[in-house]
């Protein structure tokens, strides 16, 4: 029992509630309700913070994900604590007893930027989430997509030149082989010439031949199938000696067209492979959250319907704790915190207006005082001076009816006369 009273206050001060104002059983169960609900988003924004800075880090997985995860889940639970703990308590007419008078009604603006906030929040948790589920079909999609993306590098660009170049070389080595391959075949059509004449002069010379006459006379027919035969011999090794000199000559140019062709074949490979680079580079978070939202698109009731409800399901988890704060506006434990924070507001007001009566009554009577004092002073002044005259006037008239000799040694005398000295 104590176990789960303790457990019941630490989920009442997660909520940011005082648990000596929560006084009946709803607000302690919606309170502690409330506590559970902001643990839960601790857990799951520590998860979805860390989940987006690895997708953004292209699945990397830093071990810095795991500080920034648990400070945006902080910060977003603060926000939380703070619109929770927060009553919104009413300090006009304090002495009034109308319960009405105790709350004000909600700032509308506060929910709604924790609402925009939630929104805000589910998106960026919910699309690493999201891509981590369809990786297989997101990374099918990214292959399409770089190879369609290959395809277009290659018809333009410097592959797209380089294989003109390529093509164009390739054209001019057929040409010289075409030049000294129609010279070899020439030979090798005089020569097979060649030896039909020479078969017909042996046919000839046999008596099978034309003549019908066994032998090879000079000046018959198998001799001059014979001579015909080693001239198109004597042409045949011509065009083989012509072939030579035509390959001999194009050697130096052959050589050259070789060279650039190997450079253009090692420029068109690395220029491949530094496409293929980039292109597989990006497949980072942006790709992917592409591609992502094209599988959405084009699949809506199945992967769109999904993203979606995920979405909502966070958005309602992140806003389940301000909800229910909403909802419960004026239970019991805000009407007692709005009654003790009214009461002692009304009991500093009316020391501060006691305090202002007090000073106003200290100083009307500090002004009476130094009114009297002056006053006061100023009549002693003038007893003073009324006693002074007196004394004066009686002194004169003893010294004046007095004798002379006596006046003389008076000890006053030479005072008197000083006065009359003064006097005239």
């Not at 169960?29 to 989940?51: K, Q």
């Not at 035509?246 to 190997?262: C, D, M, V």
Request: proline share 2%.
């Amino acid at each position: 029992m104590g176990k789960t009273r303790d457990m019941r206050r630490l989920l009442l001060r997660i909520a940011n509630v005082n648990p000596d104002s929560v006084t009946t059983h709803s607000d302690r169960v919606l309170y502690a309700s409330i506590g559970a609900f902001i643990l839960l988003y601790f857990v799951y924004g520590t998860a979805g913070g860390a989940a987006f800075v690895d997708a953004s880090a292209n699945y990397t997985h830093p071990w810095w994900m795991w500080l920034v995860g648990p400070l945006v889940a902080i910060g977003v639970i603060a926000y939380d604590r703070a619109v929770v703990g927060r009553v919104a308590i009413n300090y006009d007419r304090l002495d009034s007893a109308d319960p009405d008078d105790l709350l004000r009604h909600p700032t509308l603006g506060l929910y709604l930027g924790r609402l925009c906030l939630a929104l805000l929040f589910a998106v960026i948790i919910t699309e690493p989430l999201m891509l981590a589920r369809y990786q297989g079909e997101i990374n099918a999609r990214l292959n399409e997509v770089h190879n369609a993306q290959i395809s277009e590098i290659e018809q333009g660009g410097a592959i797209a030149t380089y294989d003109a170049r390529l093509q164009e070389l390739k054209k001019q080595a057929a040409a010289d082989d075409s030049a000294v391959q129609a010279l070899n075949t020439r030979a090798a059509e005089k020569r097979s010439d060649a030896r039909k004449l020479y078969q017909q002069a042996l046919a000839d010379s046999e008596g099978d031949g034309v003549s019908r006459k066994a032998g090879c006379p000079a000046g018959g027919f198998c001799d001059t199938l014979v001579k015909r035969s080693r001239a198109l011999d004597d042409q045949a090794a011509r065009l083989d000696q012509q072939a030579a000199a035509l390959q001999t000559t194009q050697q130096p140019a052959r050589t050259s067209r070789q060279a650039e062709e190997a450079d253009l074949t090692t420029k068109i490979s690395e220029q491949r492979t530094a496409n293929a680079d980039a292109i597989r580079a990006d497949a980072g978070f942006g790709a992917r959250t592409k591609a992502m939202w094209y599988l959405v698109s084009s699949d809506f009731w199945g992967i769109g319907v999904f993203y979606i409800g995920i979405a909502l399901l966070l958005v309602a988890l992140d806003c389940a704790a301000v909800g229910l704060k909403i909802v419960s506006h004026g239970n019991a434990y805000e009407r007692t915190e709005a009654r003790i924070a009214r009461r002692r507001e009304h009991e500093a007001a009316i020391g501060y207006e006691q305090g202002l009566r007090d000073a106003r009554r200290y100083a009307e009577a500090t002004s009476r005082v130094m009114a009297e004092s002056i006053g006061k002073a100023s009549r002693d002044e003038e007893l003073a001076d009324i006693a002074m005259d007196r004394a004066r006037t009686k002194l004169y008239k003893s010294v004046a009816s007095a004798p002379v000799h006596l006046l003389e040694r008076h000890p006053a005398a030479r005072s008197a006369r000083d006065v009359d000295r003064l006097r005239a």
